[in-house]
Nanobody, 119 residues
Framework: QVQLVESGGGLVQPGGSLRLSCAASGNIFSINGMGWYRQAPGKQRELVATITRGGSTNYADSVKGRFTISRDNATNTVYLQMNSLKPEDTAVYYC?????????????WGQGTQVTVSS
């Protein structure tokens, strides 16, 4: 089992910045990739950014150049630095982690943190 707890969400004006954090606990040594997803009311959950254990990153086109995902293996924490925020970034942001045990893939999710971009 892996437990993920997000923090850092809140209300910010357009053009502002926020940094989200996700602390992992449990079977942390088995974690491979980690990432951030988001879901707005009435919309499907979508990928925002991912990062592998080795540090390789991938971003959705809508956030490229504005968001940066990073990972601190010493503290078992993944971050999402969000700059130049837009109203369309408003959503609940979820942390994700995956691991493979005995040829079986597992995915884990945090409880989510609300990000609201509004004047």
């Amino acid at each position: 089992q892996v437990q993920l707890v997000e923090s850092g969400g809140g209300l910010v004006q357009p053009g502002g910045s926020l940094r989200l954090s996700c602390a992992a606990s449990g079977n942390i040594f088995s974690i491979n990739g980690m990432g951030w997803y988001r879901q707005a009311p009435g919309k499907q959950r979508e990928l925002v950014a991912t990062i592998t254990r080795g540090g390789s990153t991938n971003y959705a086109d809508s956030v490229k150049g504005r968001f940066t995902i990073s990972r601190d293996n010493a503290t078992n924490t993944v971050y999402l630095q969000m700059n130049s925020l837009k109203p369309e970034d408003t959503a609940v942001y979820y942390c994700n982690a995956d691991r493979v045990v005995s040829r079986t893939k597992f995915n884990y999710w945090g409880q989510g943190t609300q990000v609201t971009v509004s004047s």
